[in-house]
């Protein structure tokens, strides 16, 4: 294989692991923030205090995802973002909502943090539904039909569940006590909407795509890729279980609810690449086809080389810092 196929396989591998990265852990927090109004004054002090270390670098890994995609492929950049100009708008305006309401939240009178709190519920919501709208737009081809535009919405509401199941599994790694099993309760319920949510759209993408049937259900790649959806339902069903018979005592365990977040988001990440590779736009261009010059790639590799490492460094350099219950809220 020469650098010419090479390097634009490299960089959407690159690209995929930046977004996937930022659905983990702006992802949790986003959660974090679907989960706020359902917390007296108190806890929601201790949600915040979970997040306030990590938050504001976890979208890091948004911009550089969207900042891989313009400097290796920037005629789909443009395309993709064409399309979704106006869901692009409303996840800026989350994201730029919650981190006002984030900050002004820790200068104001106790009395008027109520109101702090909601908006940054709503720059969560914002944002969550934003990008499951336009996961469902992007998986339709940009397809502006009113079946198409109910499905992105469909998606919509179930990345901002799967968003609430991760932050809530976050939530059970971070608190303790009665304010732990809430939040136990929540992560349950959270699962159960995600995962209709999952089979939902697993059974409309292949009815309307006759190319994604074809991927899914021809042989032999239908049993090659049967673990996807059993390891993925096996692990659903496997942490409801868990959940529903949680007991505190048992610390030790308090990580399982996130690591089988983790991995349900890992296996319908690999369920969406391997439905549209090659394609970097659905039925328009391949990876090949909208990289930029092999001579710019290389040049823009070296970069990469430095930046990527030093992402990845600060991240567990935090996460190792900060580890622990979240206790008091402490704003950074």
Not at 89 to 112: M, N, Q, S, W, Y
Not at 164 to 190: E, H, S, Y
Not at 202 to 210: A, G, M, Q, T, W
Request: aromatic share 14%.
């Amino acid at each position: 294989m020469d650098w010419t196929t090479a390097l634009p396989l490299i960089f959407a591998a690159l690209m995929a692991f930046s977004l996937f990265v930022y659905a983990i852990l702006d992802g949790y927090d986003l959660g974090v923030g679907l989960l706020l109004p359902f917390t007296s004054d108190h806890d929601s002090d201790t949600l915040l205090a979970s997040i306030g270390p990590f938050w504001d670098a976890n979208e890091t890994w948004l911009v550089l995802g969207i900042g891989l995609m313009l400097i290796a492929f920037p005629e789909a950049h443009g395309i993709i973002l064409g399309e979704l100009y106006l869901p692009v708008t409303v996840l800026l305006v989350g994201l730029i909502l919650r981190g006002v309401a984030f900050d002004f939240r820790a200068k104001v009178p106790t009395a008027h943090k109520l109101i702090w709190d909601r908006l940054f519920f709503i720059g969560s919501l914002l944002a969550t539904t934003s990008q499951g709208y336009m996961l469902g737009t992007y998986v339709l081809g940009f397809n502006e039909s009113t079946a198409a535009i109910g499905f992105a919405l469909l998606s919509a509401v179930c990345v901002a569940m799967g968003y609430a199941f991760i932050g809530g599994a976050w939530l059970i790694m971070k608190t303790d006590g009665d304010l732990q099993r809430r939040c136990v309760r929540w992560t349950r319920i959270a699962l159960r909407f995600m995962m209709l949510g999952i089979v939902a759209v697993s059974i409309v993408n292949p009815l309307v795509s006759d190319a994604m049937f074809e991927k899914w259900f021809t042989m032999p790649q239908a049993i090659m890729l049967a673990p996807i959806p059993i390891i993925c339902a096996a692990t659903a069903l496997g942490t409801h279980y868990y959940l529903g018979h949680f007991k505190a005592e048992r610390a030790v365990g308090n990580w399982l609810p996130f690591a089988s977040a983790v991995l349900m988001f890992l296996l319908c990440f690999q369920g969406l690449a391997y439905s549209f590779y090659p394609e970097i736009v659905p039925g328009q261009l391949t990876i090949w086809d909208a990289a930029a010059a092999t001579e710019s790639l290389a040049f823009m590799a070296v970069g990469v080389a430095i930046v990527f490492p030093a992402i990845i460094g600060y991240t567990l350099v935090s996460y190792r810092v900060f580890w622990g219950k979240a206790t008091e809220l402490t704003y950074y």
